[in-house]
């Protein structure tokens, strides 16, 4: 076997998962499908006969198993999602999630081990990337996570410490070279005083470190170039494109509550949500993308996140924002975001308009040093290395 192994790699690999695949499908389904079909009322009888969900095939990826299941005549897979967890008990999965194949088709995402409990490495500075494709991480399935921002906007939900800066700085890292090249251009709203988007300020064409007329007055400046751009397009084009000559821009709102929310001042909190909803509901087809990070996903805090289309929920405090985030009952189809480990910042589940099922990711691992890199890149100023003191006799720790 071992000769097999270093002879003939790739056919190894095949057979052995073809091997593990059906050995699952006999040992850990196939014996007990009947009963667990029985516990789980997935069965129906009609005229003293019984109708079981076919079990169709199965396949092992080593981090979870999927089976495909054909649902007897009659039923949702709403019924499926409502017994999930206890399809996860009896087949010993961690989870288990319920995705739409086709018609009368689903499959059971039985998941054994989380492929995202390390951190995903950040990619060298590349060149330009395609603003409908934006790479910002890795999914669970091992495919790089992309988000759309031409013709798009996100928003981030995640409590404190959940990695919603890694989504952030994965966005801009990958922007840098075109906004280096002046073909993107960065406006930045950070009302924490800076704690975030201060780190490289040189990156932004515009950015405020404060919450107050400043703030309010740079997004309604940005609204106002959203209906100028707007205007200029009329009766020319139907969007932007680089053709335009005008720079792609992305306006990044580090804390939208401290704006449209939990500012005292009401004059200037209702400026700030005009100023927003201006752009986001206009600002998409001028070439601006909105990326929105905030803590608390209420619709009193947000009211305007329907003009979202790109929605991702980080660490979650409570199973019920899991829905005000994503949309109304995608947590019973899988997206357990107040679940996600304290200990694996930056792991979201993300969902885009039209989109049924949420995809699970995590974003790059955006360290000091990476931002250090990042400046530097921008400014075009080489790293200046500084000595340790001489007296210097023990390490210490990074903030």
């Known amino acids: ?28 389904y196939a014996w007990q499908w009947r009963t667990v079909m029985r516990l789980a009322n997935l069965d129906a009888r009609a005229k003293a006969r019984e109708y079981l969900p076919r079990l169709r095939r199965t396949r092992s990826e080593g981090w979870r198993d999927r089976v495909r299941v054909r649902m007897v005549k009659g039923q949702a897979p709403e019924q499926w999602e409502a017994r999930a967890s206890g399809l996860a008990h009896s087949f010993r999965a961690r989870s288990c999630r319920v995705r739409v194949i086709k018609p009368g088709t689903i499959e059971l995402d039985l998941v054994h081990s989380d492929p995202l409990a390390q951190p995903v490495a950040l990619p060298g500075l590349g060149q330009a990337v395609d603003l409908r494709r934006v790479p910002v991480g890795r999914t669970e399935t091992g495919r790089p996570w992309r988000v ?28 840098a070279p075109m906004v280096k090249a002046g073909s993107v251009r960065l406006v930045g709203v950070d009302p924490k005083g800076g704690m975030e988007l201060g780190q490289v300020p040189e990156v932004f064409d515009r950015v405020v470190f404060e919450g107050g007329e400043a703030a309010v007055t740079l997004l309604e400046q940005t609204a106002a170039d959203v209906r100028e751009r707007a205007g200029s397009y009329r009766g020319v084009r139907r969007g932007w494109s680089p053709e335009t000559g005008d720079p792609f821009t992305v306006l990044v709102v580090d804390e939208l509550a401290d704006l449209i929310a939990y500012q005292p001042d009401k004059r200037l909190r209702e400026r700030a949500q005009g100023a927003l909803q201006t752009i986001a509901s206009q600002g998409r087809a001028p070439g601006l993308a ?20 790109t929605r991702v929920a980080m660490r979650l405090d409570e199973h019920t924002q899991v829905d005000m985030v994503l949309g109304d009952g995608v947590r019973a189809r899988g997206a357990t975001a107040h679940e996600i480990p304290e200990a694996t910042p930056g792991v979201a589940w ?24 990042l400046r530097h ?6 790293a200046t290395v500084i000595p340790f003191p001489e007296n210097t006799t023990h390490g210490g720790q990074a903030a």
């Not at 990070?293 to 009211?303: G, I, L, S, T």
């Open 377 to 382: 890149f921008i400014t075009g100023t080489a």
């Open 350 to 373: 993300v969902k885009q308009d039209g989109q049924r099922d949420p995809v699970r990711a995590r974003a790059f691992n955006v360290t000091d040093s990476n931002l250090v890199e």
């Open 148 to 175: 759309r921002l031409l013709g798009n906007h996100v928003l981030t939900v995640g409590v404190t410490g959940a990695g919603k800066g890694s989504l952030l700085w994965s966005v801009v890292w990958a922007l």
């Open 1 to 28: 076997m071992l000769v097999w192994w270093w002879r003939a790699t790739d056919c190894f690999r095949v057979r052995m998962w073809w091997a593990r695949t059906e050995f699952r499908r006999v040992a850990v």
């Open 290 to 309: 909105v990326l929105g990070f905030v803590q608390d996903p209420r619709k009193e805090v947000v009211p305007f996140r329907h003009l979202f289309p």
